[in-house]
């Protein structure tokens, strides 16, 4: 019931930061936690960063807690990932997700999620 479009992506420099948008379309996602994932080539989609229903919990990925952002506009049906300060390593297909259980405030497993947009793919070259 729920689709979801990644924007944002794109070739960017080494230091540079991105916002990748994820728009949600078809039902209101304010009533569950909503996150993003990774997939770099060769390697297993990962989990990025999660946020709960109103933007008051957030959780990372190790790898990325210092640098990624996570955050929601639920009157406008959106999810942002702000990150900073990009290296070569963060080049990957960024996924939004979709479909947390209501009443669990964070979800961080692929399997936790039913509903992916189709990603937006960011490259850094150093």
């Known amino acids: 019931q729920v689709q979801l479009v990644e924007s944002g992506g794109g070739l960017v420099q080494a230091g540079d930061s991105l916002r990748l948008s994820c728009a949600a379309s078809?039902?209101?996602?304010?009533?569950?936690?909503m996150g993003w994932f990774r997939q770099a080539p060769g390697q297993e989609r990962q989990f990025v960063a999660a946020?709960?229903?109103?933007?008051?919990?957030?959780y990372y990925a190790d790898s990325v807690k210092d640098r990624f952002t996570i955050s929601r506009d639920n009157a406008l049906n959106t999810v942002s990932l702000r990150i900073n300060s990009l290296q070569p390593e963060d080049t990957a297909v960024y996924y939004c997700?979709?479909?947390?259980?209501?009443?669990?405030?964070?979800?961080?497993?692929?399997?936790?999620?039913?509903?992916w947009g189709q990603g937006t793919q960011v490259i850094v070259s150093s």
């Open positions: 997700a979709a479909g947390c259980r209501i009443g669990q405030r964070l979800c961080w497993g692929r399997n936790d999620y039913y509903i």
């Open positions: 946020i709960s229903t109103s933007g008051g919990s957030t």
């Open positions: 078809g039902r209101t996602i304010s009533t569950n936690a």
